[in-house]
């Protein structure tokens, strides 16, 4: 089991920047990648950024340039750092992690950017 806690998440104004933090426990070393997904109201949650053990990383075309994945295994932490906010970006943030084949989620984060 690997249980997964996220912060970081508030309300922002466009253009301005977050940080959201996730911290992982439980059976940490069986886990490969991690990543942070979002679901805003009526539409399916989604991929933003994932990392691997090794640091290989993967961005939606809708955050490139603004956001960065980064993490530290020695921590057991992935962050999300999400520059240049847009309204579009609002939604539940939520840290995901997967262990083998099975995947794990954090309860979520809200992050709400204002125009």
């Known amino acids: 089991q690997v249980q997964l806690v996220e912060s970081g998440g508030g309300l922002v104004q466009a253009g301005g920047s977050l940080r959201l933090s996730c911290a992982a426990s439980?059976?940490?070393?069986?886990?490969?990648?991690m990543g942070w997904f979002r679901q805003a109201p009526g539409k399916q949650r989604e991929l933003v950024a994932s990392?691997?053990?090794?640091?290989?990383?993967n961005y939606a075309d809708s955050v490139k340039g603004r956001f960065t994945i980064s993490r530290d295994n020695a921590k057991n932490m992935v962050y999300l750092q999400m520059n240049s906010l847009k309204p579009e970006d609002t939604a539940v943030y939520y840290c995901?992690?997967?262990?083998?084949?099975?995947?794990?989620w954090g309860q979520g984060t809200q992050v709400t950017v204002s125009s």
């Open positions: 990392i691997t053990r090794v640091g290989t990383t």
């Open positions: 995901h992690a997967l262990a083998g084949p099975y995947p794990y």
């Open positions: 439980g059976n940490i070393f069986s886990i490969n990648a």
